[in-house]
């Protein structure tokens, strides 16, 4: 495995979790406050805080993660 690979790995966490985070806080902002002029303010606020908070779960969560989706793989095959 070449840098590039290692470097790619250790970002993909923190990639997943700002797609993951924005998604859902557009998702949970839209059910609590519906569609209007200012959605898309209140879906920034949203992602601002739960950005950070999904960085850290993904860092501090990917080794479990990581020995759940293993076992999960042995099991299917």
């Known amino acids: 495995m070449d840098a590039v690979?290692?470097?790619?790995?250790?970002?993909?966490?923190?990639?997943?979790?700002?797609?993951?985070?924005?998604?859902?806080?557009?998702?949970?902002?839209?059910?609590?406050?519906?569609?209007?002029?200012?959605y898309p303010r209140r879906w920034l606020l949203a992602w601002c805080l739960a950005l950070p908070a999904a960085i850290v779960a993904a860092y501090l969560f990917r080794p479990l993660a990581w020995r759940l989706a293993r076992a999960a793989a042995r099991r299917v095959s």
């Open 5 to 38: 690979e290692r470097r790619a790995q250790r970002l993909l966490p923190g990639i997943l979790a700002a797609f993951m985070s924005a998604f859902v806080a557009a998702v949970v902002t839209f059910i609590n406050t519906g569609f209007d002029a200012g």
